[in-house]
């Protein structure tokens, strides 16, 4: 049950309202519309309004542009004059009206002097206590919620509360004003996906032996150095050392390797001594002409001379000429 006046407040011109209430009740509510430069003003979407007056302030809700403060019992508990106003806030700023005044009349009701067979008057006094410390218990969640969001408040939690909570699908950061276990669940999504490399040390060099660590990025540009430009490789393959390297080798399949020499094989160009029987196929030339045949000891050449004729040499030495025959 609640009774409900109509007022118009403004920002800025002097227009004394006055609200007419009597002491003790709790269904008198004041619809307030805000004016500002003759218009209504328009109440921003999540503002919060207040109605306060001294030490006492309530929360108040909207309607539309419509302010709804109730008068709560601690405003109506003593009889008397007080100035009461609007506040409105809207994240960090705050606006507030001017005053207007709530006329408290005394009420006319002496408990103590009423008394009666079911002794309603006892009856009536707990109950007025009762909604008396319901206001009162009003006031101070209110004084709280108004610490909290203006950050004035600081609680306490107790460590052995537990909190449960469901890991987030994605990983996302979290918001302020989030709730406790949804900051928890996006935290734990982020813990959920890190990798083993996450928990590992940056190890700037090559040298590095020790578990544990991963290579820093700049050795990166250390191993291309040392591998070199690919593009210059002479091999067909140019995009991978691997595959440069295979083709060498098959390149090299069925080639003598470094090991081996032809001393049992070749005649060397000089110097070396030569065994056995050596069959002559051809010619060998040496600074006398044509070595046609050699012994043990003595070695023969034979030269066709200018003058028709075959100069024989034996180590080196004239023996004699021969003619030919006609």
Same mark, same amino acid.
Request: a negative charge; aromatic letters at 6%; one cysteine or more.
């Given at each position: 049950?609640?009774?409900?006046?109509?007022?118009?407040?403004?920002?800025?011109?002097?227009?004394?309202?006055?609200?007419?209430?009597?002491?003790?009740?709790?269904?008198?509510?004041?619809?307030?519309?805000?004016?500002?430069?003759?218009?209504?003003?328009?109440?921003?979407?999540?503002?919060?309004?207040?109605?306060?007056?001294?030490?006492?302030?309530?929360?108040?809700?909207?309607?539309?542009?419509?302010?709804?403060?109730?008068?709560?019992?601690?405003?109506?508990?003593?009889?008397?004059?007080?100035?009461?106003?609007?506040?409105?806030?809207?994240?960090?700023?705050?606006?507030?009206?001017?005053?207007?005044?709530?006329?408290?009349?005394?009420?006319?009701?002496?408990?103590?002097?009423?008394?009666?067979?079911?002794?309603?008057?006892?009856?009536?006094?707990?109950?007025?206590?009762?909604?008396?410390?319901?206001?009162?218990?009003?006031?101070?969640?209110?004084?709280?919620?108004?610490?909290?969001?203006?950050?004035?408040?600081?609680?306490?939690?107790? @460590?052995?509360?537990?909190?449960?909570?469901?890991?987030?699908?994605?990983?996302?950061?979290?918001?302020?004003?989030?709730?406790?276990?949804?900051?928890?669940?996006?935290?734990?999504?982020?813990?959920?996906?890190?990798?083993?490399?996450?928990?590992?040390?940056?190890?700037?060099?090559?040298?590095?032996?020790?578990?544990?660590?991963?290579?820093?990025?700049?050795?990166?540009?250390?191993?291309?150095?040392?591998?070199?430009?690919?593009?210059?490789?002479?091999?067909?393959?140019?995009?991978?050392?691997?595959?440069?390297?295979?083709?060498?080798?098959?390149?090299?399949?069925?080639?003598?390797?470094?090991?081996?020499?032809?001393?049992?094989?070749?005649?060397?160009?000089?110097?070396?001594?030569?065994?056995?029987?050596?069959?002559?196929?051809?010619?060998?030339?040496?600074?006398?002409?044509?070595?046609?045949?050699?012994?043990?000891?003595?070695?023969?050449?034979?030269?066709?001379?200018?003058?028709?004729?075959?100069?024989?040499?034996?180590?080196?030495?004239?023996?004699?000429?021969?003619? @030919?025959?006609?």
């Amino acid at each position: 049950m609640q009774i409900i006046k109509e007022i118009y407040l403004d920002f800025y011109n002097v227009n004394y309202v006055s609200v007419t209430a009597k002491q003790y009740d709790t269904g008198r509510v004041v619809s307030i519309q805000i004016v500002q430069n003759g218009s209504i003003f328009l109440i921003p979407e999540g503002a919060v309004a207040k109605i306060a007056s001294e030490e006492v302030w309530n929360n108040c809700t909207l309607d539309g542009n419509k302010i709804i403060a109730p008068l709560a019992s601690k405003l109506l508990e003593k009889p008397g004059t007080r100035k009461c106003q609007i506040e409105l806030t809207d994240g960090t700023d705050k606006l507030t009206t001017l005053s207007f005044e709530l006329i408290v009349l005394a009420s006319d009701r002496d408990d103590g002097a009423i008394e009666g067979e079911n002794n309603l008057n006892a009856i009536d006094d707990i109950i007025r206590r009762g909604e008396e410390c319901i206001g009162q218990i009003n006031t101070v969640t209110d004084e709280v919620q108004r610490k909290l969001d203006n950050g004035e408040f600081v609680g306490s939690v107790d @460590p052995n509360t537990t909190i449960a909570f469901t890991q987030a699908g994605s990983r996302t950061n979290i918001t302020s004003g989030e709730a406790i276990k949804t900051m928890f669940g996006k935290i734990s999504k982020w813990f959920a996906d890190l990798g083993a490399a996450a928990f590992l040390g940056v190890s700037n060099t090559l040298a590095q032996t020790e578990e544990g660590y991963v290579l820093d990025a700049r050795q990166g540009r250390m191993l291309s150095g040392k591998i070199g430009n690919l593009s210059s490789l002479t091999t067909t393959t140019q995009d991978s050392a691997v595959s440069a390297i295979n083709e060498i080798n098959n390149n090299l399949d069925g080639k003598s390797d470094k090991t081996h020499n032809h001393d049992g094989v070749y005649f060397k160009k000089t110097g070396g001594t030569i065994s056995g029987n050596v069959v002559v196929s051809g010619t060998i030339n040496d600074n006398r002409g044509n070595l046609v045949s050699a012994g043990t000891s003595n070695s023969v050449a034979i030269v066709w001379s200018s003058a028709m004729r075959f100069d024989v040499y034996v180590d080196n030495t004239f023996v004699g000429t021969l003619t @030919p025959v006609k």
